[in-house]
T-cell receptor
Framework: AQSVTQLDSQVPVFEEAPVELRCNYSSSVSVYLFWYVQYPNQGLQLLLKYLSGSTLVKGINGFEAEFNKSQTSFHLRKPSVHISDTAEYFCAVVLSGGYQKVTFGIGTKLQVIP | DTAVSQTPKYLVTQMGNDKSIKCEQNLGHDTMYWYKQDSKKFLKIMFSYNNKELIINETVPNRFSPKSPDKAHLNLHINSLELGDSAVYFC??????????????FGEGSRLTVL
């Protein structure tokens, strides 16, 4: 079975500073990887996804992530954060092939400090 | 127009009661899901339906019973509510298999509080 580990439960960062949110996964087969964002009192929405091809994936709101198969990681980065980026970020994994459930990490709270 | 809508948004009830949460999606998706988010924000799948057929049924107490009258609707009925059922329940949908687009479309959640 696949699993996802988000190494940081909270990440405080000053506005306009860069940020990296870490995600590692474990699976014995190929996976698809995602980052979702949850703003306060809202549902989750997709930031970006890796299905195949280029290992550097660009998403919405200036975020990007890099798939590293050897390190089984899919870290999320943004070069300059804004106050509006304050939210909960979830890494997720799906086994490739067939109907499979999405397994989410426990989330990382990004707190942007003015 | 809300793509995935859930009702009610907030639900406060007593232990032992029975309650339902409704979900509708107007995206034309084939697959719908119920996820539970606990107080620590951990998100866990409960059920998944594809064209009204149950395809994922995680280890969930049988007090929880999903019903899908058609592929645009997936309701969740909970019997004999317990304190531990307090959580935010999210409905989501996706076109066919998740892997095709990799995207789940979530509703805004239904916050259930059991007193």
């Amino acid at each position: 079975a696949q699993s996802v580990t988000q190494l940081d439960s909270q990440v405080p960062v000053f506005e306009e500073a860069p940020v990296e949110l870490r995600c590692n996964y474990s699976s014995s087969v190929s996976v698809y990887l995602f980052w979702y964002v949850q703003y306060p009192n809202q549902g989750l929405q997709l930031l970006l996804k890796y299905l195949s091809g280029s290992t550097l994936v660009k998403g919405i709101n200036g975020f990007e992530a890099e798939f590293n198969k050897s390190q089984t990681s899919f870290h999320l980065r943004k070069p300059s954060v804004h106050i509006s980026d304050t939210a909960e970020y979830f890494c997720a994994v799906v086994l490739s092939g067939g109907y499979q459930k999405v397994t989410f990490g426990i989330g990382t709270k990004l707190q942007v400090i003015p | 127009d809300t793509a995935v809508s859930q009702t009610p948004k907030y639900l406060v009830t007593q232990m032992g009661n029975d309650k339902s949460i409704k979900c509708e999606q107007n995206l034309g998706h084939d697959t719908m899901y119920w996820y539970k988010q606990d107080s620590k924000k951990f998100l866990k799948i409960m059920f998944s339906y594809n064209n009204k057929e149950l395809i994922i049924n995680e280890t969930v107490p049988n007090r929880f019973s999903p019903k899908s009258p058609d592929k645009a609707h997936l309701n969740l009925h909970i019997n004999s509510l317990e304190l531990g059922d307090s959580a935010v329940y999210f409905c989501a949908s996706s076109p066919r298999e998740v892997r095709d687009t990799g995207e789940l479309f979530f509703g805004e959640g239904s916050r259930l509080t059991v007193l």
